[in-house]
């Protein structure tokens, strides 16, 4: 079955510095997600993706983040200046058309921040 | 964000037993809702999904029930086996966002 892959699987970083998750989606997917979990927290939505342009984010997405998909095939999720409180696991999500498909994940970055 | 409630942290029962598992919601506006499982060290996985529109869905032994009126849902697996054992995701979709939203998960072990 096709998977949503992540990489790295954990990722350490010195705070102010840049980091980029990298994801891979399921290959025929249109809609494309980032979500995180801090520690004891629920999984909250970041920002959604589709054609090219961000359809929707939430009040986390600030301007220390951005998504690109620069190719056909990955999709990444970048940092700018990172802080202590931006440690938590990523998750990466795809779906297929129409939208309101099941959304399918990676396994997740862990970013520690320190 | 609370539109989107798991009460039960954690929930035990015994192999071949049902298990329930419970959830609230407050808009409602929600187009579908979801189960999502997940074990350590691994991201959600889809398990089984209804429409608003749908009061429930089958498959296999997870059956998802929506009770509108009451803005609940909930999860039964019968019968419960060892590997079930997993935190249950309920995440809510809206189609104008295009977001899920997710409660806080419950952690089920399925004892043998």
């Known amino acids: 079955e096709p998977e949503v892959t992540q990489t790295p699987s954990h990722q350490v970083t010195q705070m102010g510095q840049e980091v980029i998750l990298r994801c891979v989606p399921i290959?025929?997917?249109?809609?494309f997600y980032w979500y995180r979990q801090i520690l004891g927290q629920k999984v909250e939505f970041l920002v959604s993706?589709?054609?090219?342009?961000?359809?929707?984010k939430s009040e986390i997405f600030d301007d220390q983040f951005s998504v690109e998909r620069p190719d056909g095939s990955n999709f990444t999720l970048k940092i700018r200046s990172t802080k202590l409180e931006d440690s938590a696991m990523y998750f990466c999500?795809?779906?297929?058309?129409?939208?309101?498909?099941?959304?399918?994940f990676g396994d997740g970055t862990r970013l520690s921040i320190l | 964000d609370q539109q989107v409630k798991q009460n039960s942290p954690s929930l035990s029962v015994q192999e071949g037993r049902i298990s329930i598992l419970n959830c609230d919601y407050t808009?409602?506006?929600?187009?579908?809702f979801l189960w999502y499982k997940k074990y350590p060290a691994e991201g959600p996985t889809f398990l089984i999904s209804?429409?608003?529109?749908?009061d429930k869905n089958e498959d296999g032994r997870f059956t998802v029930f929506l009770n509108k009126s009451a803005k609940h849902l909930s999860l039964h697996i019968v019968p419960s086996q060892p590997g079930d054992s997993a935190v249950y995701f309920c995440?809510?979709?809206?189609?104008?966002?295009?977001?899920?939203?997710f409660g806080q998960g419950t952690t089920l072990q399925v004892k043998p």
């Open positions: 999500a795809s779906t297929g058309y129409p939208s309101n498909q099941p959304q399918h």
């Open positions: 209804i429409s608003s529109i749908k």
């Open positions: 808009n409602s506006m929600f187009d579908y």
């Open positions: 995440a809510a979709f809206s189609g104008n966002t295009g977001k899920l939203i």
């Open positions: 290959s025929n997917h249109l809609y």
């Open positions: 993706f589709y054609n090219n342009e961000i359809s929707e």
